[in-house]
């Protein structure tokens, strides 16, 4: 294998550098001096055989733990708990808000330390049963126009970035508490957790939960509003995601999703039991001119547009939804199910 270039190979190379030729990648290509005894095989003996290398780059401070699938799960979850939350906050401040999912990235700790801002909305809470600690990082532009939005005023923003007095911290972490709520309902399709604050804290320095070089999943949200926006970031170490790090694969996802519906379906059940109807039994419809209506006496006879051995239809809130027949339990009148109706058809029971 040849190290040395042709003195028209250097003019060449010396060309591209200073036309700035050299800026693309290239694939490495290596040339190959056959020997002799290739004689009889293609290539023939004596000729140069050139093989391309393709390259990639890989960063050994930032590994990649978490699989481009579960990855894909961590979004579809946190998409749902932007939903969520921004009904939430919506009702929470009786202004419309939006919150929107940015990202779901992999980095270092030290990496998502340095990217926030000092002072800061800090929360570290626990998900138990879980081990480990994970943190709630809201933006102060945003905190602050909470604040003011809550205190009666129109939501505007500070126009210094201070530290929060202790009411601004007690308003604070009620919002923080109704947004780890809607964390817990939306993790539920991993696992049953109880998401729970452990500690405040405005300098990101002293917020170690992780050691720097260990791996973070880091979940960026931008939350929009009428006259203010920012950002807020929930970060979750590699350490206390890794005992369920296999229930965030595609398969898992989707039959927690099929379990969640049916679980969904009995809670909502067991819910409308207590929801009160309007169930009327319709025996049979006629018509009448306003002449023969005032002339109705008692003892007079209506004949209606059915036969007396026909159906009757039950109707729940006017919806037509079952066929009966009328009779008696003791001196009650009654009707008894016959049939359910799946769809109004008109004309069906007449």
């Known amino acids: 294998m040849s190290d040395i270039l042709s003195q028209e190979e250097v003019d060449a190379l010396l060309s591209a550098v200073s036309a700035g030729g050299l800026a693309e990648p290239v694939a490495e290509t290596t040339t190959y001096d056959a020997p002799a005894s290739f004689m009889g095989s293609a290539p023939g003996a004596g000729d140069s055989i050139e093989m391309e290398k393709s390259l990639s780059l890989y960063d050994f401070r930032r590994p990649d733990r978490v699989s481009k699938d579960q990855m894909r799960t961590l979004q579809n979850l946190h998409e749902g708990y932007a939903r969520q939350f921004s009904t939430t906050l919506t009702n929470f401040l009786r202004t419309f808000v939006e919150i929107e999912l940015v990202s779901v990235d992999q980095l270092t700790y030290s990496e998502f330390v340095m990217s926030i801002s000092n002072p800061s909305c800090i929360y570290v809470f626990k998900m138990e049963p879980l081990e480990g600690n994970a943190i709630l990082e809201i933006n102060p532009s945003l905190v602050f126009f909470i604040i003011d939005r809550l205190f009666g005023g129109q939501g505007r923003p500070s126009e210094q970035n201070r530290e929060l007095t202790l009411i601004e911290q007690n308003v604070i972490h009620r919002i923080v508490e109704r947004s780890l709520s809607d ?38 949200l931008e939350v929009r509003m009428q006259n203010a926006s920012g950002l807020m970031s929930v970060c979750f170490p590699y350490m206390l995601l890794e005992s369920v790090i296999n229930n965030l694969s595609g398969e898992s996802w989707m039959s927690s999703q099929s379990t969640s519906t049916q679980e969904t379906r009995s809670v909502l059940e067991e ?40 159906d009757l239809l039950i109707q729940v809130e006017g919806k037509t939804k079952m066929a009966a027949k009328s009779g008696l339990i003791g001196r009650k009148k009654a009707v008894r199910i016959t049939k359910i109706i799946e769809k109004e058809v008109p004309g069906c029971y007449e």
């Open 183 to 220: 964390l817990k309902d939306v993790w539920e399709h991993v696992g049953v957790f109880s998401p729970k604050i452990e500690a405040y804290e405005t300098n990101p320095q002293f917020v170690q939960i992780a050691p720097p070089g260990e791996t973070v999943i880091l979940i960026s």
């Open 271 to 310: 819910e409308m039991q207590d929801v009160d109807l309007t169930v009327a039994s319709v025996i049979g419809t006629t018509k009448l001119s306003i002449k023969d209506l005032l002339q109705l006496q008692r003892g007079d006879v209506l004949c209606l547009d059915k036969p007396y051995e026909s």
